[in-house]
């Protein structure tokens, strides 16, 4: 079969640049190695509730924002329900310890008045860094592409990791903790991560989040309908083994593990970049770049206790995200080693048709588990689910122990541990967010030396769902030849 692109994944990124291409009248493939597309947001149903995995609520999807134009761009916008915001609608965070807890509201004016009434000493330094947010989110907001094409353009602490940043401006520990939690949703430590990196990815949550009905299952299925209206051929539980390239490297095609193989012009790849290097010869990349790839640090990995709430009252914070902590700054996340130490993210999925779970994201250490490391889905021995039991259960416990805005009445209906996550998303450690983004590192560019091949995925850009769709765009205009910042301006 002949193709002029053929994508490998058929995630967030793949998807986003099947489409792109495909409507450009391109005749594209997606191979995808998991029985479904999207197996990382796809999300399921246990005894009638819905739980969402890989996406929980997203920022700036409101009407003119920008993951709002790229939602619109690929013509998935209307087939997805997205729940109106209101005052209430945004994270919580509270300190164990202490009771100490703060809400934030879709309002960044608002959240910076509430935070200089309960730290008057750390006015400047909150002006300052609610600045950088409001910035950075007006103008990703106004011109998203040459936003990400130049980000050095953006802020002037681009070099600075964002500890370095809040230990340079605040003497608080609760107040450097509240501004550092949200790393828990890109899975690096505020010593690892840029400044200008958080801004990107946290950027959006301090000022208006949104969750969707039916949330990753609903993106991944209008996904789906607009990849089959413009002809993308879909192989599921089709594995890639080689991409094949010629004498001068480059890009013919691919071959999959049944040992059919497919001829294309380019291919895009989006898996983890560790796995790419065994896709082709040694002789393709540089070694520098080898070492490169391999070097690279997996983001952390997680126990995720999937649980129903047996509450028949209206709970107020039954919608609402929140970040539990038991240390500050900068001892937040824990040493990963005992269960309950470090930050704790609770979400609750929404569904039109369902209950919507409960799920309780608490990072996790692959280490944790290595001696399991040899086993598989459906195939642990018995003393690894007793461990993944008794983990969850004392997680749960903690949790409602703890914490006056937790149900309890919550039943666990599941749990996900980084094995689970490594089978699932086809990631070495079970790292939910691909690779860090470190302070020190430039980030992967879509095109490569070997001609034809691109890269996409949250390991070039940026982790989450923006991340990922950007990068789709980035990889889908290096071979359409469309300047998005013109296009879409």
């Known amino acids: 079969m002949q193709y002029d692109d053929i994508i490998i994944g058929a995630g967030v990124s793949g998807m986003t640049t099947a489409i792109l291409l495909a409507q450009s009248s391109r005749k594209v493939a997606v191979f995808e190695q998991s029985s479904t597309i999207a197996p990382t947001i796809r999300g399921f149903e246990r005894k009638g509730v819905y739980f969402d995995t890989g996406f929980h609520y997203a920022a700036m999807l409101g009407k003119g924002e920008f993951l709002h134009t790229l939602c619109d761009r690929l013509g998935i916008l209307p087939q997805i329900e997205v729940k109106a915001s209101n005052n209430n609608s945004g994270d919580i965070f509270y300190h164990i310890p202490s009771g100490f807890k703060i809400e934030f509201s879709n309002s960044l004016e608002y959240l910076e008045e509430k935070l200089k009434c309960i730290f008057p000493d750390e006015s400047a330094g909150i002006e300052e860094y609610l600045r950088i947010i409001s910035n950075y989110v007006t103008r990703i907001n106004r011109d998203l592409f040459s936003s990400v094409l130049s980000p050095e353009s953006l802020f002037a602490n681009g070099d600075v990791s964002l500890q370095d940043y809040l230990n340079s401006r605040f003497t608080s520990p609760q107040l450097k903790t509240i501004f550092s939690l949200h790393a828990v949703l890109y899975g690096s430590l505020p010593g690892e991560t840029s400044m200008r990196y958080h801004s990107m990815i946290a950027g959006g949550y301090y000022d208006k989040i949104q969750q969707i009905y039916n949330g990753g299952y609903a993106l991944s299925d209008a996904f789906k309908k607009q990849m089959k209206k413009y002809g993308v051929d879909i192989h599921t539980s089709a594995s890639v083994s080689s991409i094949i390239v010629d004498d001068r490297l480059k890009v013919k095609g ?189 980030p992967l560019m879509a095109r490569t030396k070997v001609s034809g091949l691109l890269l996409a995925g949250q390991a070039t850009l940026a982790a989450g769902l923006a991340g990922a769709m950007v990068s789709g765009f980035l990889a889908a205009g290096h071979i359409t030849g469309e300047d998005f910042r013109k296009t879409m301006s």
């Open 254 to 442: 691919v071959t999959v593990q049944d040992g059919s193989s497919y001829q294309a012009e380019n291919c895009i790849y989006t898996g983890h970049p560790r796995f790419l290097l065994d896709l082709l010869p040694e002789s393709a990349f540089r070694p520098v770049f080898r070492s490169r790839i391999a070097r690279m640090e997996d983001t952390v990995s997680a126990m995720v206790v999937y649980c129903k709430d047996n509450a028949t009252e209206n709970l107020s914070s039954s919608h609402r995200n929140i970040f539990l902590y038991s240390s500050l700054f900068p001892d937040i996340f824990g040493d990963g080693t005992e269960s309950g130490q470090g930050p704790i993210f609770i979400s609750r999925s929404i569904s039109r048709d369902k209950q919507g779970g409960v799920s309780l994201l608490y990072p996790c250490d692959f280490n944790q588990l290595k001696k399991w490391e040899d086993s598989f889905i459906r195939k642990r021995p018995a003393e690894y689910y007793q461990w993944k039991k008794e983990t969850a259960e004392s997680l749960l416990q903690k949790v409602q122990a703890s914490c006056p805005l937790i149900s309890k009445h919550l039943e666990i209906i599941d749990i996900a541990s980084p094995l689970t996550f490594r089978d699932y998303m086809k990631s070495p450690c079970g790292s939910l967010y691909g690779i860090k983004h470190l302070v020190d590192n430039m």
